[in-house]
């Protein structure tokens, strides 16, 4: 059976642009996944994997002007959101390494003998150890951020996890060229490049998912395919861990003193949010309650000139641009939804931005109006106009789960009686809350959080921020084990100088 061939397409013209691979035969990803298990010792010393995380940065940057061409070409995002994307990706390579400097992450706890306690304590001893090799399975909108050298695979490598990326069809060259810079990280290091590894191929990343010698995995993109992938993962003899983020409406809710205070700014930014990336963002705001009444319709008429004076754009392939132009249509086809500005085909490449209105009364029960409660990928949102607060409880009793909920509220928190009780409504809904600010942009800080409850995502955990590190991470606990035999971070002498808790207090 001959190679199937992988082609990098541009996505201006729906043309191959060349053939940059050929997808893995079963064969080839088992002898990949094996090759990273067979180096992973090579990861174990801390300083080695700071310094190749650090090294891996670098030669992004110094590579930035070849995999930036690259990238544009494949996906149409533009130079200047892609080099913002490098300059991001470069800097997660470093938060890792300071992270892995640090060994917070390794979360040492020490309880020394306590015969008094009841029942008594032995000597304990417990951190955190890498599980294994890790599957990445990367994502179509963020092709460095989240692909190849993303933030999956920054912090799995951080942990000390081989990795292994099924890369994205929609930019095959610019993932085999990042791969390229991170195997060079590594040799420069003095790593085994095979800590890094590529495979192209739907069929691949089944068989990725199911090979035993996989701990765990890191997937970005759709609910359907993160599903799959997921009950894979926990349909194994040996289930195993699976980081998805499949599908995200963050919603927003606009107060009625917001509305009255700023409908304009609030309107325009809106506007600037939904449309940023041709709408391609995981947390474009697509789902927005606003009020009915003049203030509303200020708002509204903001977004119009905003939205309208926004051009028509190249989505990431063309089967994500048919899904866009059939799902708006049929959207805007349900009774009583409006179009102030139409979304949909633009041209023959291009969509162009556009949003609906509904009453946010046919939105809370179940009918064929639950469609606006679903993500649609692009330049689209949905307005939902409400005629009291208590018809915004009932429509966010209904809501999924989301990686952010935003609040517009009034500038002076005490002028607006409503603010608190939406925000503690909001709060289950998703993994980061906005108050009065647009959720697209994700901030690299370690208190940030990019997760939230399902279909956001399918574990407790964040994909972005140093604490994505513990995804890769299990505790092990040593009892009354000698101090010969303990490892490094855990002898009483604490030789690497690692923070830690002892007798409950910090050390």
Not at 20 to 31: G, S
């Amino acid at each position: 059976m001959s190679a199937v061939p992988v082609w990098s397409v541009d996505p201006r013209t729906g043309n191959p642009r060349e053939q940059v691979a050929a997808e893995a035969t079963a064969e080839e990803v088992d002898r990949a996944v094996r090759s990273a298990h067979a180096v992973r010792d090579a990861l174990a010393d801390r300083v080695a994997r700071a310094a190749f995380l650090r090294a891996a940065a670098e030669l992004l940057e110094e590579s930035g002007e070849h995999i930036i061409e690259a990238a544009d070409a494949e996906t149409a995002l533009g130079p200047t959101r892609l080099t913002g994307e490098l300059a991001r990706t470069a800097a997660q390579f470093r938060a890792f390494a300071e992270v892995v400097d640090e060994g917070a992450y390794l979360d040492v706890h020490i309880d020394h003998p306590d015969a008094s306690r009841t029942p008594p304590w032995p000597d304990l001893r417990r951190y955190k150890i890498p599980l294994g090799v890790v599957a990445v399975y990367a994502a179509s909108n963020f092709p460095l951020a989240f692909s190849v050298p993303g933030g999956d695979t920054a912090s799995a490598l951080a942990a000390g996890c081989p990795v292994v990326v099924k890369a994205h069809p929609d930019h095959p060259a610019t993932s085999e060229l990042c791969a390229s810079v991170l195997r060079r990280a590594a040799a420069r290091t003095g790593l085994p490049e095979d800590v890094l590894t590529v495979v192209h191929g739907f069929d691949a990343g089944v068989e990725l998912i199911r090979h035993p010698l996989v701990s765990a995995a890191g997937f970005t993109g759709s609910v359907r395919g993160g599903r799959a992938l997921f009950d894979a993962a926990a349909a194994r003899p040996a289930p195993i861990p699976f980081h998805g983020e499949l599908g995200s409406l963050n919603p927003v809710v606009v107060t009625p003193a917001a509305a009255a205070e700023r409908a304009g700014e609030i309107g325009a930014g809106l506007g600037g949010s939904m449309t940023l990336g041709v709408g391609q963002f995981c947390t474009k705001p697509g789902f927005v309650l606003v009020p009915e009444g003049a203030a509303g319709d200020q708002l509204l008429k903001t977004l119009t000139e905003t939205v309208s004076s926004t051009g028509s754009g190249v989505l990431l392939d063309h089967r994500m641009r048919d899904a866009f132009v059939t799902g708006v249509r049929e959207r805007a086809a349900l009774p009583g939804v409006d179009a102030p500005v139409t979304p949909g085909a633009a041209g023959e490449h291009t969509v162009s931005a556009g949003f609906l209105t509904v009453p946010a009364a046919r939105l809370t029960a179940d009918g064929p109006h639950d469609a606006l409660l679903e993500e649609c990928f692009g330049p689209v949102t949905v307005i939902a106009r409400y005629a009291s607060v208590d018809e915004i409880a009932a429509v966010l009793a209904r809501l999924p789960g989301n990686l952010t909920a935003t609040l517009q509220t009034a500038a002076d928190e005490g002028r607006d009686p409503d603010a608190g009780p939406l925000l503690a409504a909001l709060t289950p809904l998703a993994g980061r809350i906005l108050v009065n600010g647009w959720p697209t942009g994700v901030a690299v800080a370690p208190a940030q959080h990019h997760g939230g409850p399902y279909p956001a995502t399918t574990s407790a955990s964040t994909s972005v921020g140093a604490t994505a590190i513990e995804r890769w991470l299990r505790p092990v606990t040593y009892q009354s084990t000698p101090e010969t035999l303990l490892p490094a971070e855990l002898r009483e002498d604490n030789p690497l100088g690692l923070p830690r808790r002892v007798d409950g207090r910090r050390a």
